[in-house]
């Protein structure tokens, strides 16, 4: 069997790998919906069953029919959870399988299976799970900050109007401490706010997505010349130009994340000195 006999087998052998993944996952996608309709028409049945429930107690029918509406929502529900992890890691894995063959669609030897993909795989899919990480970083932060910010606004403005339940003659009791309970819960939350760096941590992981991102589509485009390996047109000076180009991926990304990690600890020595001083004082 000749070279180009071979490089044709394998380059079929691939296309027929990336097909069969794309089908597949096509596939799977096209199951989520049916899925999910199905689903929520139990709900509905179910929702139906329990208010016809709440109008004819009497009816044992209507309350069998709700819990086996119910239970069938509930299995429903599991599988298309199962269904949409599994399509959401082959579509995961598809998209890095692309984003490390993109580049190498410039080389010489295209044709046939690029041994640099796994690794450049690799190294993507390492910054990817940093940048995923970094961005429910920022969420948990944001909502937290918003929420406790709002929290606070809606506490402290309800206070005033509060204050005139005391002058209402009311037969409820505890209606008498909302002025009390209100303005302190206003002043909890304040000072959570001003004691844990939700909106620094936001900022500081949404500065860190943004320079991952743009740093991963350097790498997946070769657009820098660090990440450029396919500018000579020997074979074997473009390996080691592209082993050399992961190297410096994973050393840029690195030092984007060790960076983040260091400006972190030093707001928290920052936040113990300014506690410590405040409590001397």
């Known amino acids: 069997m000749t070279t180009f006999e071979q490089k ?25 919906f049916p899925l999910k309709v199905i689903e929520y028409l139990f709900l509905a ?11 004819l107690p009497d009816n044992p029918k209507v309350v069998i029919a709700g819990a086996v509406f119910l239970a069938i929502f509930v299995f429903l529900f599991l599988i298309n959870q199962q269904v949409f992890r599994t399509s959401s890691n082959a579509a995961y894995k598809l998209d890095m399988q692309k984003k490390a063959e993109l580049y ?18 690799k190294a993507l899919q390492y910054s990817q799970d940093l940048i995923d990480d970094y961005k429910r ?53 304040a000072s959570v706010v001003t004691s844990f760096p939700f909106q620094e941590n936001w ?16 790498f997946v485009l070769g657009i820098t010349p660090v990440y450029r390996c396919y ?20 050393i840029q990304v690195n030092n984007i994340h060790l960076k ?13 000195k300014t ?3 405040e409590q001397s004082s």
């Open 137 to 189: 970083t920022r969420s948990q932060a944001r909502n937290l900050y918003y929420g406790l910010q709002m929290a606070t606004i809606v506490f402290s403005g309800v206070t005033p109007i509060l204050v005139l339940v005391d002058k209402l003659e009311a037969g409820q009791a505890w209606l008498k401490w909302l002025p009390v309970i209100c303005p302190a819960i206003a002043s909890i939350v």
């Open 203 to 218: 900022i500081s992981a949404n500065t860190t997505v943004e320079s991952l991102e743009a740093e991963q589509e350097k």
């Open 275 to 277: 506690q410590a001083a």
């Open 45 to 55: 049945a179910s929702i139906g069953s329990g208010v016809i429930t709440l109008v």
């Open 104 to 121: 190498l669609m410039n080389s010489n030897n295209h044709s046939t299976k690029n041994p640099i993909a796994p690794a450049r795989e």
């Open 260 to 272: 983040q990690l260091q400006e972190v600890g030093e707001n928290q020595k920052k936040e113990e």
């Open 8 to 32: 044709n087998q394998t380059e079929i052998s691939d296309t027929q790998e990336q097909s069969y993944s794309s089908s597949s996952l096509s596939s799977s996608q096209k199951m989520l």
């Open 231 to 250: 500018d000579s047109v020997d074979e074997n000076e473009q390996q080691q130009k592209s082993k050399q180009a992961i190297e410096n991926f994973i």
